[in-house]
Structure formats: structure tokens, C-alpha cells
């Protein structure tokens, strides 16, 4: 037995082995490791005095494994070329991860699908009247950060992928950030934007929001642009001195309505198999009519320095030095626009690690590889991140480890193109999953700072909570939770305040769009969390997020990449080895019921108290059910648990005979009775399942989940059937969709009876 202090000097001496500190990587970085001892819960829910006993050993093991230099190596070998879905620079990357995790000791295998992607074959933007001024210029090169040259010329383009391929000239009007009240404001002022060219600002809303509602107001095409003010000089230095967007970079990505339907634009809601049926592409729903095209602040200032028409109204002015005006006739933009879409492979990169006791049960880990440029950030840093758990993981199997449940690590393709990858797969294994997968731990970017940051079902919080109490932050020593409570004011959409710390509420996320978690939550009904370290980040999908950009800004030696890679880990180790799911549906319904109360603002009164006050009575009923079901686990974690839950003879979980179990499965004595655990962890998987309803929002049949759904925006709606009703102000249809709800309401309700 070592303690703790002779173990961070052997950690150091073998870190210095293997990174070097010539790199500069920081000489704390060796005590990341360490759990910070004075936060960590004695025992995480879940799990038994008895059951911890091992498992802690294990975990222990695991949080000394991630190692910060490897983490750098493998950004630096993800981001060597561009890899945008389907091109051989991704091939390229997909080979990468297959061998690593080959190299880990995990059976990887590539799964291919064929889908509908595109790709630009000439962009061409120019200012035709008053003037004639060149515009989609590529991203100049940054002297000293040789990945900025480019030489694919597809790379060079300002594009985002889906656009129609188009030739037109046309009038450009200023629509602000072409929101639906922006439009409404202009028609107000008498501002037609009927066969015209908007002129649209990035931000607050997806691009593929922003290209509908164009679309729906009548415009002939749409130019975004990067304004400052939300990823420019305003916020800070710009790169190469600081975080954010030089004037020239653009914000690549693709515009589409997968708010409607992800995945292959061409099936939608079936797998695009080799075999696959396919939509022509006419028929596809979400692709949009209309061209759009990015451009950076300096060309857009281009158009905008000499709009004319009357100055915009309050909140419409950006950042750029000059008076935004709404524009109208004067100014005549061309765009030339070549694109091509094509059925092409994209691969998956898939590897289990096979659960000893319960192997159908399913804790999946999500990222994905494609990138539109070198994605250092987006999604390389989660990759990297992924690459080190994996060998953490690996390592532990070497040494003996075997997961009581099936661990998958599922490396997705073309999830910047409609979260291709990861929808067909989830389309594919749906009632695999619908029955067995338990929980779905989703990584995107992991790092562009130092802020951690999640968005999660909130019967997930518990669980995220002890895992961030156990792992180190690296810049202040403390843990992750410590830092993450001190956030409390800032972007929190919800708050959560954990018992008995006197760190203070966590804020996190609601689930809405963007990311590989949709399928499995919004479509499968899988309790899902989404999680990074955020930080100031101004060149999102621009040739500037690239390696060198994280060395010096996101993640100066590269210690949050390994900080996500144990916490991400440390939360796979749990689900997959948890006596009783760590899964809190108390504080769920909680939440469930202040959405309803959240509806009164828009609901007539007389609905409000007929439909949605039982609804709100109704989710009582269910927190206070889901409260026992927590108790239950809180008795368990003191080893206080009741006689009928106490196994005569020791033994956790279903016995399976013929299967080889590992150490830390042989409890000498404890655990629930096998029957017991089953039984508690099926109503527990149950309760995210309850919330689906089989026939979907009405007009988004693909999404299931009565609670959580994507705006047009990504921002997350919560109750989008019955919250669209009521915007309609349909209220027959708005007493089915609560009828639905109640029901779903009753099955999670039923599921927790008699716990
Ligand atoms: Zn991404």
C-alpha cells in the first residue's frame, strides 16, 4: 500500500517519462489523478458499502490512467488534415480510431452506411451594385500556424452543405438574426424581404432555422455572416492573440431541418442500409428550398457599409464600426452557387467492452469524428478525450476488470451533417436500445476551457454531481463540482442543489439539438447528458480551430481533455457496474412539473386549472413515488437497507451461468437479491421510456419524447406537443396532447408502484 503522497511522486516521475516537460505541460498536471479526497461521497449512489469496496479499487485505478501528453498526441494525429463526412481525410481518421481502440485491447469494428451528404464544387459571391467588390474570400493564413494554409480548394470556400446550388442576382435587406419576430418587425415597418437576398447575423438560432423561416417569408436566398459582436473582437483578443473570430474567418456547417427529422435526409426514420429504400430527393423534407451562404464580418461589412434605407431598429445595430441600416434596392449581391449531393459511405467507429453479468444492458458512450475543417475543438477534443478513456479502459481489462453491463463506445460519422451516424444507428438497433440501453454518456467537443458544463436529463444529475466531486479540476486543485457550483448565475437554464453540500446549486442544460444524443433520448427514450469544458471560443467550424489554436487557447496542456476523459469514465464505470442505476426521477418529475406550472403564461385560465393543474397533481404523485425509489438507493449506499431487500447469500445482480465473473463481482457477501435489483433497475429504465408516445409530436412523428424536443433554434423545448398546441391556440388539440402526457405520466408512475 502506497499513500497518497508517495503516489503522486512515483505519478510524476512516470509522467515525466512519458510526456516530457519540454512541451510545457504544466508540473501539477501529474496530481490531476488524485481525487480531491475531502469532496468525494463515501459511496456513490447505486452502489452498497460492499459493492463500493471493489469497485472503488477499480476506480481509483482508472482515474490515474489519463494522461494528459497522450491526450495531445492524439489531437495533434486527429487534426493532421481536414476531414469533412465521406472524404478520405475522414477514411483517414476513422482508420485512426479503429487501430487505437484495436490497440486497447477492444474489438473495434467500422459499421458503414450509405447517405445522402453534400459538398461544394464553386462558391461565388460578389457586391454588383453600387460597387463591384469579390467577396467569400478564403480564411487568410495565420503567420506561424501552418494548418491554416489549405490546400484543398473545397476547404478554402465559405459553405454550408444542403444549400440548393443556385445563380442569382438580387436586392439584400437586413433581417437582423432572421428569427420569426425580426421578420414580424420588418413587415411592420413595411420592409419586404418577397424575392430578395436576407442578410442574416450567426447566432441566437441554428442555421438551418434561420434558412425556413427565410424560406417561409418569401426570400429568393440567404447570406450569415459572423458578426463580432457575438464571436469577435468585442469579447477579446482574436486569434492568433486570443480565443475569438478574426475579422476573415466564417462559420462553415450545414443548413438543414433536422429539427423536423435527423438523419439521412433520404430515410427518414429508417436506417440507410445497403438495401435501404430511399427517398427521391425531392421528397425529402428537410432539405432546404433556398441557397444560403456564410461570410465572414470583413466581407459582409462589404454589403452592409453601403446598405441604404432607414437605420435599423434598437437591438439590430452588430459590432461592425459602421450604422446597420435595413437596405431594400440600392445594393444587388450575386451569388454563384455550385453544390453537389451525393449517396456516399460514412463509417461509425464502434467497440464493446461485453458486460459479465447483465451483457444486453447497454451504457453507451457517444462522439463524433467528422469535422469541417480540422475541428480541434469540435469534435477532436472529444475524440481525444474518448481515445484516452478507451485506453483507460482497456488498461483495466488487462488487468482483470470485466463490467458487470456492456460498455459501447460508439465514435459516430456526419454528425455535422444531419447527426447522420449516430441516427442511423440508433434507427437501426431502436428496440435494442428501447429495451436495453441504459443510459447515453454523449461528448461532443469535450474542451474549449476550462467551465464545465452539461445539459442532461435531470434524473442524471445525481450521478453527474459524484462523478465531478471525484475528479480533480486541473487549474485550482478542487474538484470539477467545486468550480461547476461557483457557475451558478451564468447560461443556467436549470439548477439543482445537492444535498448537504455547501458548494451551492449546479446549473445545468435541458436536452434540445445538436449533438448524437437525440436518437437515443428524443427517439429511444434513453436518459442522455451531453458535457464539456466551455471556455471563450470565437472560431467555431472556421479553418482557426484547429491544433494549434487548443495548445494556446482552449486547452494549454491539454489537462481538461484528460480531466473529461476520467469523468466521462468514471460515469461509465458506474452504469455499468451499479448494484441499482444511479438514476434520480424525484427531482425529474420536480422538473416535469414546473414546465406544466411554466404553461400558465400561455394557456387560456380555464384550461390552465382543467388540464394542466391535474397534470401538476399528477407529477406530485410521481415525485413523491420516485422519492422512495431514492430512498431506497440512499439506504443502500449506508448499508441501512430493508430486510426484504437483503440477499441471504451475497451475489449481485442476475447470475448468468457459464459466464467467467471477475473479481470485483464476487461480493463475499451484500447485494440486493437478484430478483430485487432486476426488478428496481427495470422500473428505473422504464421511467424514460414511460415519457415516449409511440405516435410523436404531431407534425415530428420522429420525436417520441413528450418532454424534451429540439426548437428550430437547437434550444430545447420541454412539453413540445402540448406547448405548440397551446401557441396555436388549437385547444382541442392541445386536450390531446395533455391526454397523452397524463398518460405517460401514469406509466412512469406505475413503473415506481410498490417501491
Ligand atoms: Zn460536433
Given at each position: 500500500?502506497?499513500?497518497?503522497?508517495?503516489?503522486?511522486?512515483?505519478?510524476?516521475?512516470?509522467?515525466?517519462?512519458?510526456?516530457?516537460?519540454?512541451?510545457?505541460?504544466?508540473?501539477?498536471?501529474?496530481?490531476?489523478?488524485?481525487?480531491?479526497?475531502?469532496?468525494?461521497?463515501?459511496?456513490?449512489?447505486?452502489?452498497?458499502?460492499?459493492?463500493?469496496?471493489?469497485?472503488?479499487?477499480?476506480?481509483?485505478?482508472?482515474?490515474?490512467?489519463?494522461?494528459?501528453?497522450?491526450?495531445?498526441?492524439?489531437?495533434?494525429?486527429?487534426?493532421?488534415?481536414?476531414?469533412?463526412?465521406?472524404?478520405?481525410?475522414?477514411?483517414?481518421?476513422?482508420?485512426?480510431?479503429?487501430?487505437?481502440?484495436?490497440?486497447?485491447?477492444?474489438?473495434?469494428?467500422?459499421?458503414?452506411?450509405?447517405?445522402?451528404?453534400?459538398?461544394?464544387?464553386?462558391?461565388?459571391?460578389?457586391?454588383?451594385?453600387?460597387?463591384?467588390?469579390?467577396?467569400?474570400?478564403?480564411?487568410?493564413?495565420?503567420?506561424?500556424?501552418?494548418?491554416?494554409?489549405?490546400?484543398?480548394?473545397?476547404?478554402?470556400?465559405?459553405?454550408?452543405?444542403?444549400?440548393?446550388?443556385?445563380?442569382?442576382?438580387?436586392?439584400?435587406?437586413?433581417?437582423?438574426?432572421?428569427?420569426?419576430?425580426?421578420?414580424?418587425?420588418?413587415?411592420?415597418?413595411?420592409?419586404?424581404?418577397?424575392?430578395?437576398?436576407?442578410?442574416?447575423?450567426?447566432?441566437?438560432?441554428?442555421?438551418?432555422?434561420?434558412?425556413?423561416?427565410?424560406?417561409?417569408?418569401?426570400?429568393?436566398?440567404?447570406?450569415?455572416?459572423?458578426?463580432?459582436?457575438?464571436?469577435?473582437?468585442?469579447?477579446?483578443?482574436?486569434?492568433?492573440?486570443?480565443?475569438?473570430?478574426?475579422?476573415?474567418?466564417?462559420?462553415?456547417?450545414?443548413?438543414?431541418?433536422?429539427?423536423?427529422?435527423?438523419?439521412?435526409?433520404?430515410?427518414?426514420?429508417?436506417?440507410?442500409?445497403?438495401?435501404?429504400?430511399?427517398?427521391?430527393?425531392?421528397?425529402?423534407?428537410?432539405?432546404?428550398?433556398?441557397?444560403?451562404?456564410?461570410?465572414?464580418?470583413?466581407?459582409?461589412?462589404?454589403?452592409?457599409?453601403?446598405?441604404?434605407?432607414?437605420?435599423?431598429?434598437?437591438?439590430?445595430?452588430?459590432?461592425?464600426?459602421?450604422?446597420?441600416?435595413?437596405?431594400?434596392?440600392?445594393?444587388?449581391?450575386?451569388?454563384?452557387?455550385?453544390?453537389?449531393?451525393?449517396?456516399?459511405?460514412?463509417?461509425?467507429?464502434?467497440?464493446?467492452?461485453?458486460?459479465?453479468?447483465?451483457?444486453?444492458?447497454?451504457?453507451?458512450?457517444?462522439?463524433?469524428?467528422?469535422?469541417?475543417?480540422?475541428?480541434?475543438?469540435?469534435?477532436?477534443?472529444?475524440?481525444?478525450?474518448?481515445?484516452?478513456?478507451?485506453?483507460?479502459?482497456?488498461?483495466?481489462?488487462?488487468?482483470?476488470?470485466?463490467?458487470?453491463?456492456?460498455?459501447?463506445?460508439?465514435?459516430?460519422?456526419?454528425?455535422?451533417?444531419?447527426?447522420?451516424?449516430?441516427?442511423?444507428?440508433?434507427?437501426?438497433?431502436?428496440?435494442?436500445?428501447?429495451?436495453?440501453?441504459?443510459?447515453?454518456?454523449?461528448?461532443?467537443?469535450?474542451?474549449?476551457?476550462?467551465?464545465?458544463?452539461?445539459?442532461?436529463?435531470?434524473?442524471?444529475?445525481?450521478?453527474?454531481?459524484?462523478?465531478?466531486?471525484?475528479?480533480?479540476?486541473?487549474?485550482?486543485?478542487?474538484?470539477?463540482?467545486?468550480?461547476?457550483?461557483?457557475?451558478?448565475?451564468?447560461?443556467?437554464?436549470?439548477?439543482?442543489?445537492?444535498?448537504?453540500?455547501?458548494?451551492?446549486?449546479?446549473?445545468?442544460?435541458?436536452?434540445?439539438?445538436?449533438?448524437?444524443?437525440?436518437?437515443?433520448?428524443?427517439?429511444?427514450?434513453?436518459?442522455?447528458?451531453?458535457?464539456?469544458?466551455?471556455?471563450?471560443?470565437?472560431?467555431?467550424?472556421?479553418?482557426?480551430?484547429?491544433?494549434?489554436?487548443?495548445?494556446?487557447?482552449?486547452?494549454?496542456?491539454?489537462?481538461?481533455?484528460?480531466?473529461?476523459?476520467?469523468?466521462?469514465?468514471?460515469?461509465?464505470?458506474?452504469?455499468?457496474?451499479?448494484?441499482?442505476?444511479?438514476?434520480?426521477?424525484?427531482?425529474?418529475?420536480?422538473?416535469?412539473?414546473?414546465?406544466?406550472?411554466g404553461l400558465e403564461k400561455i394557456a387560456p385560465?380555464?384550461f390552465f386549472?382543467?388540464?394542466?393543474?391535474?397534470?401538476?397533481?399528477?407529477?406530485?404523485?410521481?415525485?413523491?413515488?420516485?422519492?422512495?425509489?431514492?430512498?431506497?438507493?440512499?439506504?443502500?449506499?449506508?448499508?441501512?437497507?430493508?430486510?426484504?431487500?437483503?440477499?441471504?447469500?451475497?451475489?449481485?445482480?442476475?447470475?448468468?451461468?457459464?459466464?467467467?465473473?471477475?473479481?470485483?463481482?464476487?461480493?463475499?457477501?451484500?447485494?440486493?437479491?437478484?430478483?430485487?435489483?432486476?426488478?428496481?433497475?427495470?422500473?428505473?429504465?422504464?421511467?424514460?421510456?414511460?415519457?415516449?408516445?409511440?405516435?410523436?409530436?404531431?407534425?415530428?412523428?420522429?420525436?417520441?419524447?413528450?418532454?424534451?424536443?429540439?426548437?428550430?433554434?437547437?434550444?430545447?423545448?420541454?412539453?413540445?406537443?402540448l406547448r405548440?398546441?397551446l401557441e396555436?391556440g388549437?385547444?382541442?388539440?392541445a386536450?390531446?396532447?395533455?391526454?397523452?402526457?397524463?398518460?405517460?405520466?401514469?406509466?412512469?408512475?406505475?413503473?415506481?408502484?410498490?417501491?
Amino acid at each position: 500500500m502506497r499513500t497518497r503522497a508517495s503516489l503522486a511522486v512515483l505519478l510524476l516521475l512516470a509522467a515525466c517519462q512519458v510526456s516530457g516537460w519540454s512541451r510545457g505541460i504544466p508540473r501539477r498536471a501529474a496530481t490531476d489523478a488524485a481525487p480531491p479526497a475531502a469532496e468525494i461521497s463515501a459511496v456513490p449512489l447505486g452502489f452498497s458499502p460492499e459493492s463500493y469496496a471493489a469497485q472503488a479499487r477499480w476506480e481509483k485505478r482508472f482515474l490515474e490512467i489519463p494522461d494528459a501528453a497522450r491526450c495531445e498526441k492524439y489531437l495533434r494525429r486527429l487534426t493532421r488534415q481536414p476531414h469533412v463526412a465521406g472524404t478520405p481525410g475522414d477514411r483517414r481518421v476513422v482508420q485512426y480510431i479503429y487501430d487505437e481502440f484495436k490497440r486497447d485491447g477492444l474489438n473495434p469494428e467500422i459499421v458503414e452506411y450509405r447517405v445522402l451528404l453534400s459538398y461544394p464544387k464553386q462558391v461565388a459571391v460578389e457586391l454588383v451594385e453600387p460597387a463591384r467588390v469579390k467577396l467569400a474570400n478564403p480564411e487568410p493564413v495565420i503567420p506561424g500556424d501552418q494548418d491554416t494554409r489549405l490546400s484543398d480548394p473545397m476547404m478554402q470556400m465559405p459553405w454550408t452543405a444542403y444549400s440548393p446550388s443556385a445563380d442569382l442576382t438580387r436586392p439584400v435587406v437586413y433581417v437582423n438574426y432572421g428569427n420569426a419576430e425580426d421578420y414580424e418587425q420588418l413587415e411592420k415597418l413595411g420592409v419586404s424581404v418577397k424575392n430578395k437576398i436576407v442578410l442574416a447575423r450567426y447566432f441566437h438560432g441554428y442555421r438551418g432555422g434561420k434558412s425556413l423561416e427565410a424560406e417561409r417569408r418569401g426570400a429568393a436566398g440567404i447570406i450569415v455572416f459572423s458578426d463580432p459582436a457575438e464571436d469577435g473582437a468585442p469579447r477579446g483578443k482574436t486569434y492568433p492573440d486570443g480565443p475569438w473570430g478574426p475579422p476573415r474567418h466564417f462559420q462553415r456547417g450545414a443548413v438543414v431541418y433536422d429539427f423536423l427529422v435527423p438523419g439521412d435526409p433520404l430515410t427518414p426514420g429508417w436506417p440507410s442500409t445497403s438495401t435501404a429504400r430511399r427517398l427521391p430527393p425531392e421528397d425529402a423534407k428537410i432539405l432546404p428550398k433556398i441557397p444560403m451562404v456564410p461570410l465572414s464580418a470583413a466581407d459582409a461589412e462589404e454589403i452592409l457599409k453601403r446598405l441604404d434605407g432607414p437605420e435599423v431598429p434598437k437591438g439590430w445595430q452588430g459590432a461592425l464600426a459602421l450604422t446597420y441600416r435595413l437596405g431594400g434596392d440600392a445594393v444587388k449581391v450575386h451569388v454563384a452557387l455550385q453544390m453537389e449531393n451525393r449517396v456516399t459511405p460514412i463509417w461509425n467507429v464502434m467497440a464493446r467492452i461485453p458486460g459479465c453479468v447483465e451483457p444486453e444492458k447497454l451504457v453507451i458512450l457517444g462522439n463524433h469524428h467528422d469535422a469541417w475543417v480540422y475541428g480541434a475543438v469540435d469534435p477532436a477534443s472529444g475524440t481525444a478525450s474518448m481515445l484516452e478513456t478507451a485506453r483507460a479502459l482497456g488498461q483495466l481489462l488487462k488487468e482483470g476488470f470485466r463490467p458487470r453491463r456492456t460498455i459501447v463506445l460508439g465514435n459516430w460519422d456526419a454528425e455535422e451533417y444531419t447527426l447522420t451516424g449516430s441516427t442511423e444507428w440508433g434507427e437501426q438497433f431502436a428496440d435494442d436500445l428501447r429495451q436495453h440501453a441504459v443510459v447515453c454518456l454523449n461528448v461532443d467537443a469535450s474542451t474549449s476551457g476550462q467551465d464545465f458544463t452539461v445539459a442532461a436529463v435531470p434524473a442524471l444529475i445525481p450521478a453527474v454531481v459524484e462523478a465531478a466531486q471525484a475528479v480533480r479540476d486541473p487549474a485550482t486543485g478542487r474538484s470539477v463540482y467545486q468550480r461547476w457550483a461557483e457557475r451558478r448565475a451564468e447560461r443556467s437554464v436549470r439548477s439543482y442543489a445537492v444535498p448537504g453540500s455547501a458548494a451551492g446549486p449546479v446549473p445545468f442544460g435541458l436536452l434540445g439539438g445538436g449533438s448524437d444524443y437525440m436518437v437515443f433520448l428524443q427517439h429511444n427514450g434513453v436518459p442522455a447528458l451531453d458535457m464539456v469544458f466551455d471556455g471563450p471560443y470565437g472560431v467555431y467550424h472556421s479553418v482557426y480551430d484547429d491544433f494549434a489554436w487548443m495548445e494556446r487557447f482552449g486547452d494549454p496542456g491539454f489537462r481538461y481533455h484528460a480531466a473529461m476523459s476520467r469523468l466521462w469514465g468514471l460515469l461509465a464505470l458506474r452504469f455499468a457496474n451499479a448494484d441499482l442505476l444511479p438514476l434520480d426521477y424525484s427531482i425529474y418529475a420536480r422538473e416535469v412539473a414546473a414546465y406544466l406550472e411554466g404553461l400558465e403564461k400561455i394557456a387560456p385560465a380555464s384550461f390552465f386549472t382543467d388540464t394542466i393543474r391535474p397534470l401538476i397533481e399528477k407529477c406530485r404523485d410521481w415525485q413523491e413515488a420516485a422519492a422512495k425509489v431514492t430512498a431506497t438507493l440512499e439506504a443502500w449506499r449506508t448499508g441501512t437497507v430493508a430486510a426484504p431487500f437483503r440477499a441471504p447469500n451475497g451475489g449481485l445482480g442476475a447470475w448468468r451461468t457459464g459466464i467467467e465473473v471477475a473479481a470485483p463481482f464476487r461480493a463475499p457477501n451484500g447485494g440486493l437479491k437478484p430478483a430485487a435489483t432486476d426488478a428496481l433497475n427495470a422500473a428505473l429504465m422504464a421511467e424514460e421510456r414511460a415519457l415516449l408516445d409511440d405516435e410523436g409530436i404531431p407534425g415530428r412523428p420522429w420525436f417520441r419524447h413528450l418532454v424534451y424536443a429540439p426548437l428550430a433554434s437547437y434550444e430545447a423545448e420541454t412539453l413540445p406537443g402540448l406547448r405548440e398546441a397551446l401557441e396555436a391556440g388549437d385547444l382541442d388539440r392541445a386536450r390531446q396532447q395533455a391526454a397523452r402526457l397524463r398518460a405517460a405520466l401514469d406509466r412512469a408512475l406505475a413503473a415506481l408502484a410498490g417501491y
